[in-house]
């Protein structure tokens, strides 16, 4: 059984950002997830770089990981509570003129982790450019593929970041999870390409033989403007290599405190033998 988590986490752009951080560590110390998937992962352009970078895989091309990291500061989080996560970080772009912002995967195993550019664009001065973090490791000695990510909505870029990701994933052939906001609602065109994808992929949430909550956005929030109704964005897609027990809605303000704009989604699932 692997145990998943996927959170767009807000980082540092939330109120009261380190209690929230808190929150999260000691979440995933309680349910003790193998993966965890997050998105929104940001430094200031500015802070100092890290000099001790704990079980960190690094992915080519990335700049350099500063004290602020979110990811950073959430597996030394983890590590002072005994609990040791390797993890990697995929840059995307500056955010709000003040954060580099990207992806992240953490795993109690180690990773060999790439980043994927998805976007026509590689600048991380325009907020399209986006990468996917690719992370390769084994579960119970089975090696596995895994892709956190944080992709545009359908009409500003998604068609083509699709397109993109999936030629990429074609040729893996390992067992597939695709964790993260996809900024595509449920059953809309976008979230129909991905089920309709040579990936052969499943929704955690509609395999699943247990279910909790249904939407991962509640309101209005960034880059949802006007948005009046409660939408799900944030996926676990697994390839057909995997049977899923349970997906869950998570900080959800009842299902644990929210910690940010996006709830995060929790999954169970087993690879099939």
């Not at 840059?91 to 976007?119: C, M, W």
């Not at 997906?247 to 959800?252: A, K, L, N, P, R």
């Amino acid at each position: 059984m692997v145990k998943l988590l996927t959170i767009n986490s807000h980082g540092w752009m939330e109120e009261d950002p380190q209690k929230k951080l808190e929150i999260l560590g000691k979440t995933i110390l309680e349910n003790d997830y193998d993966v965890i998937c997050v998105q929104e992962v940001n430094q200031l352009l500015h802070s100092e770089p890290a000099k001790d970078l704990p079980n960190y895989c690094q992915v080519a091309g990335t700049p350099a990981i500063h004290k602020d990291n979110y990811a950073l500061q959430l597996v030394t989080f983890l590590l002072e509570q005994e609990r040791v996560y390797y993890w990697s970080w995929a840059y995307n772009h500056i955010g709000y003129d003040r954060f580099q912002e990207g992806v992240a995967i953490l795993s109690k195993t180690p990773l060999v982790s790439q980043g994927i550019l998805i976007s026509d664009v590689d600048d991380e001065h325009d907020y399209h450019t986006r990468r996917a973090l690719l992370g390769k490791t084994k579960i119970d000695q089975e090696d596995i593929a895994i892709v956190s990510l944080h992709m545009s909505w359908w009409n500003k870029g998604f068609q083509g970041e699709w397109n993109k990701l999936e030629r990429a994933l074609s040729n893996l052939k390992l067992p597939l999870l695709l964790m993260g906001d996809f900024n595509n609602p449920y059953e809309n065109e976008g979230y129909q390409a991905i089920l309709k994808s040579s990936l052969k992929l499943q929704d955690s949430h509609q395999s699943a033989k247990i279910t909790y909550g249904k939407a991962t956005i509640q309101k209005e929030i960034d880059g949802w403007q006007g948005n009046q109704e409660a939408l799900k964005v944030d996926y676990v897609f697994l390839s057909s290599d995997w049977q899923v027990e349970k997906s869950e809605v998570i900080f959800d303000g009842k299902h644990y405190p929210m910690i940010s704009d996006h709830c995060g989604l929790a999954c169970q699932a087993n690879l099939n033998k």
